[in-house]
Nanobody, 126 residues
Framework: QVQLVESGGGSVQAGGSLRLSCEAS???????????MGWFRQAPGKEREFVAG????????YYAPSVKGRFTMPRDNTKNTVYLQMYSLKPEDTAVYYC????????????????WGQGTQVIVFT
């Protein structure tokens, strides 16, 4: 079992920045480099959607068109942590953000991940 714990959410004014963190651990967890990682979000009344994905060593990343150019998803395998760095935040970025891991070294845009965090709330106000 792999446990994912997100942190860093909060309230921020439009145009501001936030950095979310997702740390992996657990009884069967060995090293983060074994996993492809993704960030998803769910806004009130909407379905959960893909935000960003990264492969095992960070050499391949993909971003949803709505966040491309504003968000980045670095990973630090030595700290078993992935991040979602968010710049130029907009009110429409308001959502619960979820970290996800899959038992493959690539990422997926679809929600075919094996492990999910509990989510962290991001609120962007004007």
């Amino acid at each position: 079992q792999v446990q994912l714990v997100e942190s860093g959410g909060g309230s921020v004014q439009a145009g501001g920045s936030l950095r979310l963190s997702c740390e992996a651990s657990g009884p069967t967890f060995t090293m983060l480099s074994m996993y492809g990682m993704g960030w998803f979000r769910q806004a009130p009344g909407k379905e959960r959607e893909f935000v960003a994905g990264v492969n095992w060593n960070g050499s391949s990343q993909y971003y949803a068109p709505s966040v491309k150019g504003r968000f980045t998803m670095p990973r630090d395998n030595t700290k078993n942590t992935v991040y979602l760095q968010m710049y130029s935040l907009k009110p429409e970025d308001t959502a619960v953000y979820y970290c996800a891991a899959r038992n493959r070294r690539d990422y997926m845009v679809s929600q075919v991940y094996d492990y999910w965090g509990q989510g962290t709330q991001v609120i962007v106000f004007t």
